[in-house]
């Protein structure tokens, strides 16, 4: 299976999933970091695919997603952006919001 194919199923099957540097419980940057607090924050359950360990997905998930950094948190198959999108919108409360579509599929 190819990359991107690899990618768009992990995308599809997982409402929420989040490519990050490390994992959840040991991020490996301060933008994974703060990615990974905006959803704990809102009690949301999701996934994680650490890119330091998968380098074919840290290579050709840019390509897939058209967005050259990291974290990027997809929602229900759409991408909504890396850690300063995220916390704005945690901030705000657009987040638990979109977070809450995710659920309810």
Known sequence: ????????KQIADNPVILYMKGNP?????????????????????FESVDV????????????????PTFPQLFVNGELVGGADIIKAMNASGELKTLLATAKAE
Do not use: D, H, Y
Request: hydrophobic share 40%; with cysteine.
């Open 1 to 8: 299976m190819k990359t991107s194919e690899i990618i768009k």
């Open 52 to 67: 330091l360990q998968e380098p074919r997905i840290r290579q050709g998930l840019p390509e897939v997603s058209e967005w």
């Open 25 to 45: 419980q040991f991020p490996m940057c301060g933008f994974s970091a703060a990615a990974v607090e905006a959803l704990q924050s809102n009690k949301c359950k």
